[in-house]
């Protein structure tokens, strides 16, 4: 610290102590998300010593895939880039146009808000860019059946979001939200395609 003071002053112990800092911030991140995917990877992994490991018979068809659960989401679920996009799945794009539409809206407010790409990283881009990301993933790699609980049930931002909107918009959101909820009750447990 006193030799990057003599070099470069104050000024370069402030940045010094921020790279630190945000080194120190990133470590903690990943060894986060390390702590939390490392179950999964541990599931799998005894899974695959279980199962593909015996010499008895032929192995499972998703021992050859890796990771059981890609394999399962991708045989019965159609899951995977591009492979829900079927003519006959249309209607379940529909279902889950509205919340589509809203998430797009909240996007597009949040970087309509700003003139340049440096001031669209604050705090608050972290929930922007959660709702995006999630919402691309589903549109791509998902069933869309199940859209609009993926989304709804991990991004409060939507919410907080239609609290916003003006008439007569916000009351179309929150006839589609009560509707949604009805609906969804009804519909969902009695095994018709509900998002």
Known sequence: SSGINAEYGDEGVQVWQERR??????TKTLLAAAIIIAPFYLF?????ILYCGSTVGSPPEWCTHGISYGHIQRHYWSNGLFLYWEAKQLPNFLLAAPILLLVGLLTADYLRRFANLADLVTRDSVGYGHVTCLALIGVLTMNVQVL???LVSSCPLIFLY??????????????Y??????????????FYPWT
Not at 21 to 26: N, V
Not at 44 to 48: D, E, G, M, P, T
Not at 162 to 175: E, M, N
Not at 180 to 190: D, K, Q
């Open 21 to 26: 800092l945000s080194l120190f911030r990133l």
């Open 162 to 175: 239609a609290t916003r909107l003006q008439k007569p918009l916000d009351l179309l959101v929150i006839c």
């Open 44 to 48: 799998q992994q005894y899974f695959a």
């Open 148 to 150: 609009t609980r993926f």
């Open 177 to 190: 939200f009560v509707l949604f909820a009805v609906a969804g009750t009804v519909l969902h447990p009695t």
